[in-house]
């Protein structure tokens, strides 16, 4: 902790997001600019913005092939499950690409479907962070700064490539409380 935040607690780290540049890619153009908006307010450096599964991957292509790092598109939202999901399919793309500064590439799903399926296929298609919508500009930024914060080492296998799936448990340090020696419990009876 810094001395600046020592003793005050609750207080946050602050974050310039000037030079992180973010791709944003819904089907629908008001969510776009929704999106867009909102990027631009948290002060993120350059929000690029496509309704295109095709325009994205000519943004993706031209910025993140380029040997200049300052161009490379650092962060992608995406529409998980829209009528033609097109999110699976972009993302699939980007995690089968053999440029590391493509198939590294974080991605935020954001989608109004909340079931457990609709999530784990997001997981499992490589995506690092699943959103529902609607998106509030405090839940697109919790998830945007786990993705900064708390990067996941990827995972190759045969069968996949992508974000590690599980989440990884912190170690706590405080005395234990829950466990208990078999004399410390008690036996509750019952009246009959």
């Given at each position: 902790m810094s001395q600046q935040n020592e003793g005050k607690v609750g207080r946050k780290q602050a974050y310039s997001l000037r030079g992180i540049r973010i791709l944003s890619v819904e089907e629908f153009p008001f969510m776009a600019g929704?999106?867009?908006?909102?990027?631009?307010?948290?002060?993120?450096g350059k929000v690029l913005s496509t309704c295109s599964v095709e325009e994205a991957k000519k943004l993706i292509s031209l910025h993140n092939e380029d040997s200049d790092k300052e161009n490379h598109i650092d962060i992608l939202t995406l529409d998980l499950?829209?009528?033609?999901?097109?999110?699976?399919?972009?993302?699939?793309?980007?995690?089968?690409q053999e440029k590391d500064e493509v198939r590294f590439l974080p991605a935020l799903f954001c989608t109004a479907y909340a079931s457990q399926d609709i999530v784990c296929t997001g997981r499992d298609y490589g995506a690092n962070e699943v959103m529902v919508k609607p998106v509030s500009a405090e839940k697109l930024a919790q998830r945007l700064l786990h993705i900064i914060d708390r990067p996941r080492p990827f995972i190759k296998s045969p069968a996949f490539f992508g974000p590690d799936r599980r989440r990884q448990d912190s170690q706590y340090n405080g005395q234990e409380r829950r466990i208990r020696g078999a004399n410390d419990l008690k036996v509750v009876h019952e009246k009959e």
């Open positions: 929704l999106m867009a908006s909102m990027l631009r307010e948290f002060g993120v499950m829209g009528p033609l999901k097109n999110g699976l399919d972009i993302l699939e793309w980007i995690r089968r």
